[in-house]
């Protein structure tokens, strides 16, 4: 993990936030590459789950909502609970579920924080004139789609079943955050609600379905398929919504952690806000049961750099699915100070970022730290312009991962790379 946090802040990936301030425990600021591979990250999940499919539409609801929803969907009462943090796994029991101060979990001894009574969720006060009225930042995006749902099928032209996708960040008071920005106050979630006929069969094939769509999203991203398991909740696990729940989970270094949730929220969520469905294939008149997948955008980042950072030799390479790296190509001319190889190196720079491939320009330092450095932030491709390339117009073009060269002809350039990035 400290080789992890140290890459991050060093190439510009995560900074602790508000750092010359002394930073504040649980937030995290994306740097250059870090935004990059967020919005990479994004764009992959919202081409999957929304633009490859015919059942699944996107929304963007407001992160403050009338403080109402709050309470209706039982996070007001839930979490009011005194309970206590284990610091080892962060897992939070109530009194009753401790047996011999050993944690329930991981079983570490004496490791508990003091029993809070605990709510989750970040308070805010709007307004200009006392007394303010409170609210809250929302602790899970997924109420924003439940309280438009009437909405969106009065708009949307959508029949059950069918899904809403929602990308934004998220808020909760945590007691410990921690493992770097695994356990953050401020995150981003990506979820998607399904909205189903409300019957069992139903329930169960839509889990598996999304259970093995969300482990392939993964793996097609090309996270190794042994960090990688599904492990089902126990009852008294599950989150007050849940009627069944399942964590897709990571083998990171600080052990089996959840990556994502798939919940059973069977109609809790729309019975608590009054909502039903007028069903005109069998004109009946139901409340629609949802099965929910959510995901942390953070923790994907996280872990996507996790399973890809490797040390060959002298090499740090974080071997990046091209999908999700930052920087898709590096162009060098060989030498900075021949004006012949800069500016033809140049245009090809440019030609590159004309045809949208995110690039980088380095003319500093030797050719093999140039590499070492594109190496170490995930960039697939480098294209060095040397003085072949003034005599035949062709380039180097380095593969990461396997550091081969091959030269390619400056006029199929662009075809080369659509081929292998778009
Ligand atoms: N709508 C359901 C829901 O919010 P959750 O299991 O509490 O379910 C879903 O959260 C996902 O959000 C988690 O699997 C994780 O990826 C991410 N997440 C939750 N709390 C987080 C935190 N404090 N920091 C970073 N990511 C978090």
């Not at 809070?116 to 609210?135: C, I, R, S």
């Not at 052990?255 to 059973?264: R, V």
Request: aromatic content about 14%.
């Amino acid at each position: 993990m400290e080789k992890i946090a140290s890459l991050a802040k060093r190439r510009g990936f995560i900074y602790p936030s508000s750092e010359i301030y002394g930073g504040i425990g649980g937030f995290w600021d994306y740097g250059p590459l870090g935004i990059e591979l967020k919005n990479n990250i994004k764009k992959e999940w919202w081409k999957r789950m929304v633009y490859q499919r015919e059942d699944v539409v996107g929304i963007d609801a407001a992160i403050i909502m009338n403080p109402k929803v709050w309470e209706s969907s039982g996070h007001v009462a839930a979490f009011s609970d005194p309970l206590f943090e284990c610091k080892s796994c962060h897992k939070r029991f109530r009194a009753d579920k401790i047996e011999g101060n050993s944690c329930p979990n991981c079983f570490a001894k004496d490791n508990f924080t003091e029993p809070k009574k605990f709510n989750l969720l970040t308070e805010v006060f709007l307004g200009v004139t006392e007394p303010k009225q409170k609210a809250y930042l929302r602790g899970e995006i997924t109420q924003g789609v439940f309280v438009n749902f009437k909405n969106i099928v009065n708009s949307a032209r959508v029949k059950i079943p069918f899904g809403i996708a929602q990308i934004g960040k998220a808020f909760r008071n945590e007691i410990t955050p921690g493992n770097f920005t695994y356990r953050s106050c401020e995150f981003e979630q990506m979820e998607l609600e399904f909205f189903i006929k409300p019957n069992e069969k139903e329930a169960n094939k839509w889990l598996q379905y999304w259970l093995n769509e969300r482990m392939n999203w993964y793996l097609s991203l090309g996270i190794k398929k042994e960090n990688l398991r599904v492990r089902e909740h126990e009852k008294d696990e599950r989150a007050h919504y849940a009627k069944a729940a399942f964590d897709i989970e990571y083998y990171a270094p600080f052990g089996w952690s959840e990556f994502e949730g798939i919940h059973h929220r069977g109609s809790w969520d729309l019975s608590r806000h009054k909502l039903t469905y007028k069903d005109q294939q069998i004109n009946e008149e139901y409340t629609p049961w949802v099965i929910e997948t959510s995901g942390g955008v953070d923790r994907a980042l996280l872990f996507f750099l996790i399973d890809a950072y490797c040390e060959e030799k002298e090499r740090v390479i974080l071997k990046l699915n091209p999908s999700l790296a930052p920087i898709k190509i590096a162009v060098f001319p060989l030498l900075a100070n021949k004006e012949k190889l800069v500016s033809k190196a140049k245009k090809i720079y440019h030609d590159l970022k004309a045809a949208d491939f995110v690039c980088f320009w380095d003319d500093r330092g030797n050719i093999g730290k140039r590499y070492y450095f594109q190496d170490e932030i995930g960039t697939p491709f480098c294209v060095t312009i040397d003085f072949k390339t003034l005599e035949d117009d062709t380039v180097t073009v380095r593969y990461r991962d396997t550091a081969e060269q091959v030269r390619v002809s400056v006029s199929k350039l662009k075809n080369f790379f659509k081929e292998k990035l778009l």
